[in-house]
């Protein structure tokens, strides 16, 4: 069965150092993922996605993502962070049928000055 | 473009009451969708429409849970009657047809059972 598997539940990060957030996937497909972003009191928002082009994605706000078929793994990653960037954040799949979108439990980002 | 619109914001009932929830998707999106978020955990999918007619409802707990969706716009949650762990945050989404890829999702509504 199609899983998704964030393994930090929490990251804690300063102003102007790298983020990484890591996601690990379960398929026997090559599923489409994508991330997410939850600010408090509002809704989610796509960061970025990857269907099967380039493995590097670029997504809003400076982050990126590396689909790694080999580790089953879709980590985000951010040069900068800034403090704006505190929030959740999901790793998200697509089930094979394509009907339904599997999400991860989630990694709260912490941004300190 | 206008988001998609949920209220209430917050609710606060006592359990075996009963509590509904709204949302209005973005125009001309044919799809929505309701998910279920309790604290600590991702969304997880609870019905999908596809203009007023279901297209998935496996996870919808059908003894207490009913949706609604007339003229395929708005849609209706409705929990009767509600229990503890129904607490949760509520999230409505919305997509053009068949797209689900490109779902946009509302600021949800925060539902606490007493």
């Known amino acids: 069965a199609q899983s998704v598997t964030q393994l930090d539940s929490h990251v804690s990060v300063s102003e102007g150092t790298p983020v990484l957030l890591r996601c690990n996937y379960s398929?026997?497909?090559?599923?489409?993922l994508f991330w997410y972003v939850q600010h408090p009191n509002k809704g989610l928002q796509l960061l970025l996605k990857y269907t099967s082009a380039a493995t590097l994605v670029k997504g809003i706000n400076g982050f990126e993502a590396e689909f790694k078929k080999s580790e089953t793994s879709f980590h985000l990653t951010k040069p900068s962070a800034h403090m704006s960037d505190a929030a959740e954040y999901f790793c998200?799949?697509?089930?094979?049928?394509?009907?339904?979108?599997?999400f991860g439990k989630g990694t709260t980002l912490s941004v300190s000055s | 473009e206008a988001g998609v619109a949920q209220s209430p914001r917050y609710k606060i009932i006592e359990k075996r009451q009963s509590v509904a929830f709204w949302c209005n998707p973005i125009s001309g999106h044919a799809t929505l969708y309701w998910y279920q978020q309790i604290l600590g955990q991702g969304p997880k999918l609870l019905i999908q429409?596809?203009?007023?007619?279901?297209?998935?409802d496996s996870q919808l707990p059908k003894d207490r849970f009913s949706a609604e969706r007339l003229k395929g716009v708005d849609s209706t949650l409705k929990i009767q009657p509600a229990k503890l762990e129904d607490s949760a945050v509520y999230l409505c989404?919305?997509?053009?047809?068949?797209?689900?890829?490109?779902?946009?999702f509302g600021p949800g509504t925060r539902l606490t059972v007493l």
């Open positions: 998200v799949a697509l089930n094979q049928a394509g009907t339904a979108l599997i």
């Open positions: 989404a919305s997509s053009p047809q068949d797209r689900i890829r490109e779902q946009f």
């Open positions: 429409f596809q203009n007023n007619g279901v297209v998935d």
């Open positions: 398929s026997s497909y090559s599923p489409s």
